[in-house]
């Protein structure tokens, strides 16, 4: 089985990002860019099934404009064996990254994508369930186990209740929560060898798809910054300060 | 209640002073094992004046003051046990001034070390004093230990970034060292002798601290070694190869202590005697592939044997702790903690011989090996062993301290590179530094402290 893998590219989770001047996005240049970490969580994923012998292949996928490879070549690092690029200059909103999956799903065919549940830049969660919803496929979402046996996979989902364990034919589509597992870090000799792993790039125009973004987004602003917490002295005047503030 | 407790209380109410058995044990120990808190009572100064108050009314009664920052301190330096009343600069957390020109920030001297690097982060700054207690230890604190920390191999030590300081003396002058200015060549710069002075010359409360520019974006590499030499070996190669803000060490040992906290995976899954913690600028392909060309000829030479890199700042962060919580990982096993500095070009011998001399005469202990080795300092643990009472091990080392000392000695090494002396090293201070210098020493400290209150018994020894 081809597993097929999402990697987006997006400011390193640790930056304190900053809205630009005018106000019209968020600050990038000579920020670390990473792996949205759900992604990479995916791609451990991915690894994992592969090395216990459940697939044979895991194929990284990224759409983005050149900086991205940056991250492709992590992932083959980490040890994906080939990795896709498509190449769009402009960033794209969640229905345009499902399309040009599509594409790829269907040039591939792969048992099982794994992607993550969402990005942490735009915190959409919906390329996932838009990717199975287009494939016509089963979709598991939020997953932080997955079995995979034979033709179907077992699936625990976090969901607001607790824990839900479902069972999906494959091919499906499982978005990863942050428990699914803890990422590899990147061996120096695996980097030298990821060089030399395959990466194809094609432009996105090439699937016939424009890249677009249907949100428009109007204004970016710096969250309001957090009030200080105060320090109490003892447990008494801990208490007597949540009676004042009515949480006792 | 002695009677003169009973009027402390009422007279420093405004400072917030208590005598509570929870408060005296708190405010009475720092962060050192074995010691034993006894002060009198706790109080804590709002401002520059309260402290002056405090030091006269200690000269008129006889009282020792204990200055207390955020107890972190390794030494014993801020403990109380002697009846001692403890001067907590917990109220004395405001940040005063910001330069942006000079860079640098006036704050009272009890803000806590990470404040100072969130709020120079915030102005697009970087205040490079850090270490894995920068969470809970104070400006004054660092300044009167000088600390170090993670990146003394660039950015040096607390001593290179204080600009200036308020300072209150053992008789009660308020002194104002050096005014924040960078050229001031006007006599003897007492502000030098105040760093690292451990609360014995005089009680800092405000400290202006200069600011820089944050690195470029950086990188970390963990790589396993075969043996200290071949660590230093690296560090030599590294150093050539690489902008380094960070060279650390530890052993696997160590390592196996982190890692029995649950919260870390190990680096690689082979296991190898000693790691190397390497931080580095890394802002493009080419500085990436010019680690990945120390990592390959380090390879060859049998420096290395296998090693990681962090492809992003979470990462980075998640190798740092395989480091940084080393410390805390091992506290509750009581360790006696030496912390040594030879200089790095005569450390790999020394480190044979160090490690020669355990292995002959303690066979017994468990050490755990880690530091800033790239600086030449070494956190040299020694575990109590289970089953061994505290003062079985306490007389035990001794013996230990007389022999590392000893070997410290011999290749003119100091026996704290950035702890200070506090109560646990002042004894071995003649191992380091010489009698001519002690005695200079003493004199300074009578001129600055001519009544003795200011942290008594601490980093020097009794005179014999
Ligand atoms: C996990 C861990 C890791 C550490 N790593 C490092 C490291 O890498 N490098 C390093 O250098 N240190 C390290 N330390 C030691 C310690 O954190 C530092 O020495 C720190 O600077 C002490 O600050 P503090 O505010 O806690 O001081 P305290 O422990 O409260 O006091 C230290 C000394 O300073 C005196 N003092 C405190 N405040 C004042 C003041 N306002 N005026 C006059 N004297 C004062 C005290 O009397 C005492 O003698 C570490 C400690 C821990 C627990």
Redesign the interface.
């Given at each position: 089985m081809k597993i097929l893998v999402c990697l987006k590219q997006v400011i390193d989770y640790q930056v304190r990002v900053q809205v630009n001047p005018d106000a019209t996005g968020v600050v990038t240049d000579g920020v670390k860019m990473s792996i949205n970490p759900f992604d990479e969580i995916a791609l451990e994923e991915a690894l994992r099934l592969r090395e216990a012998g459940k697939a044979t292949e895991v194929v990284a996928v990224s759409i983005g404009n050149a900086s991205v490879k940056t991250q492709l070549r992590t992932g083959l690092a980490m040890g994906a064996d080939r990795a896709l690029h498509i190449l769009s200059e402009t960033a794209i909103d969640p229905l345009t990254a499902a399309r040009v999956l599509l594409k790829i799903v269907e040039h591939e065919a792969p048992g099982l994508v794994i992607m993550g549940k969402q990005a942490i830049d735009d915190d959409c969660n919906q390329t996932g369930q838009m990717l199975a919803a287009l494939w016509d496929r089963p979709q598991a979402t939020f997953a932080s186990e997955l079995l995979v046996d034979g033709q179907t996979a077992r699936v625990t989902r976090e969901v607001d209740a607790g824990l839900e364990t479902i069972e999906v034919d494959l091919p499906a589509v499982v978005t990863t929560d942050l428990r699914l597992n803890t990422p590899r870090f990147v061996k120096l000799p695996d980097i030298m060898k990821a060089k030399r792993k395959p990466l194809d790039e094609s432009p996105i125009d090439s699937y016939g798809i424009e890249a677009a973004n249907a949100a428009q987004a109007l204004n970016y602003a710096q969250p309001p910054e957090r009030k200080k917490g105060v320090m109490v002295d003892s447990i008494s005047e801990l208490v007597e300060a949540m009676k004042q503030r009515g949480v006792l | 209640m002695s009677p003169l407790n009973d009027s402390i209380l009422p007279r420093f109410e405004s400072m917030?002073a208590r005598n509570d058995a929870d408060s005296l044990d708190k405010y009475g120990r720092d962060h050192s094992s074995f010691s034993m808190p006894d002060p009198l009572a706790v109080v804590f100064p709002r401002n520059t004046e309260d402290v002056v108050e405090l030091v006269q009314y200690a000269r008129e009664h006889g009282i020792a003051l204990v200055p207390s920052g955020g107890r972190t301190g390794l030494s014993g330096g801020a403990v109380a046990s002697h009846q001692e009343l403890v001067v907590s600069f917990e109220k004395m957390n405001k940040i005063i001034d910001f330069d942006p020109l000079a860079p640098a920030i006036t704050v009272e001297a009890g803000v806590i070390t990470a404040t100072v690097q969130d709020y120079a982060?915030?102005q697009g700054l970087f205040f490079p004093v850090d270490y894995a207690s920068s969470g809970s230890s104070q400006v004054g604190g660092n300044v009167a230990t000088n600390a170090g920390g993670i990146k003394v191999l660039r950015y040096g030590l607390t001593r290179d970034w204080v600009l200036g300081m308020t300072v209150v003396t053992g008789q009660g002058e308020v002194l104002k060292l050096n005014n924040a200015l960078v050229k001031n060549a006007t006599g003897l710069d007492l502000r030098h002798l105040m760093i690292g002075s451990e609360g014995t010359l005089g009680l800092i409360t405000e400290v202006t601290l200069g600011l820089t520019s944050p690195p470029?974006?950086q990188a970390v590499?963990?790589?396993g070694c075969p043996d200290m030499d071949q660590v230093m070996a690296l560090f030599a190669r590294a150093r050539n190869q690489l902008t380094l803000s960070a060279y650390e060490f530890f052993s696997d040992k160590a390592l196996q202590h982190v890692l029995d906290g649950g919260q870390s995976?190990p680096?690689?899954d082979e296991r190898t005697p000693y790691y190397a913690l390497i931080e580095f600028d890394c802002t493009d392909?080419s500085d990436?592939d010019r680690?990945?060309a120390v990592?390959?000829n380090s390879?060859e030479a049998g420096e290395v044997v296998?090693?990681?890199?962090?492809?992003?700042?979470?990462?980075?962060?998640?190798?740092w702790t395989l480091r940084e919580h080393i410390s805390e990982r091992i506290s509750h096993l009581l360790p006696h903690k030496n912390d040594i500095a030879v200089r790095v070009a005569r450390l790999p011998e020394f480190l044979k011989k160090l490690d020669a001399l355990l292995h002959e005469h303690y066979p017994q202990f468990e050490v755990i090996w880690f530091g800033h080795i790239g600086d030449g300092n070494l956190h040299l643990n020694i575990l109590k062993p289970a089953d061994w009472s505290i003062e079985a091990f306490k007389q035990e080392t001794a013996s230990i301290n007389a022999h590392v000392y000893g070997l410290v000695k011999e290749y003119a090494g100091s026996i704290s590179a950035e702890h200070g002396l506090g109560l646990l090293k002042r004894d071995h201070l003649s191992d380091s530094r010489s009698e001519a210098e002690i005695q200079l020493m003493r004199q300074i400290r009578l001129l600055f402290d001519p009544d003795g209150i200011l942290n008594p018994g601490k980093m020097l020894p009794d005179p014999i």
């Open positions: - | 917030g982060r915030d470029p974006q590499m963990v790589l995976q680096p690689f392909d990436q680690a990945l990592f390959s390879l296998d090693g990681v890199i962090s492809q992003s700042d979470s990462q980075a962060a998640e190798l």
